[in-house]
């Protein structure tokens, strides 16, 4: 399949995750970002190097669909698979940095929770 196609049903399952989010079905939303995210995958496979502001958008929206399925090991891999390449546009590397921030706070505070939770259990 094309990009157009596997982005395309991207598009379709990012959509039914919002709606499902605002239905306040979050396990709904994280299966459907995750579908989102394998087809965005599938989608930056089938470019071809020359379209780099394409790759740049399309493996953004990956990495931040991977994030919001809450995938965030998977999301932090993408978003450094496709740093260490020439291929990225400055906004995509920017974009991609910012996620990788957004990775690290969410560890953080999990990590917090976590910790808290276990005070308060001993």
């Known amino acids: 399949m094309s990009w157009i196609l596997h982005h395309s ?25 995750r579908l989102a ?5 599938l989608a930056l496979k089938a470019l071809e190097p020359t379209k780099t502001r394409t790759i740049g958008i399309t493996a953004v929206s990956a990495a931040s669909l991977l994030y919001k399925a809450q995938e965030f090991r998977s999301s932090e891999q ?9 291929l990225l546009p400055t906004f995509a590397v920017r974009q991609l940095q910012e996620l990788l921030q957004a990775i690290w706070s969410e560890r953080e505070l999990v990590q917090k929770r976590s910790s ?7």
């Open 78 to 86: 993408l978003a450094y698979q496709w740093l260490i390449t020439d």
């Open 9 to 33: 049903q991207s598009e379709q399952y990012a959509k039914l995750a919002e709606e499902a989010k605002r239905e306040h079905n979050n396990a709904r939303a994280i299966e459907l970002y």
């Open 37 to 41: 995210a394998e087809a965005e995958i």
């Open 116 to 122: 808290k939770n276990n005070v308060k259990t001993t």
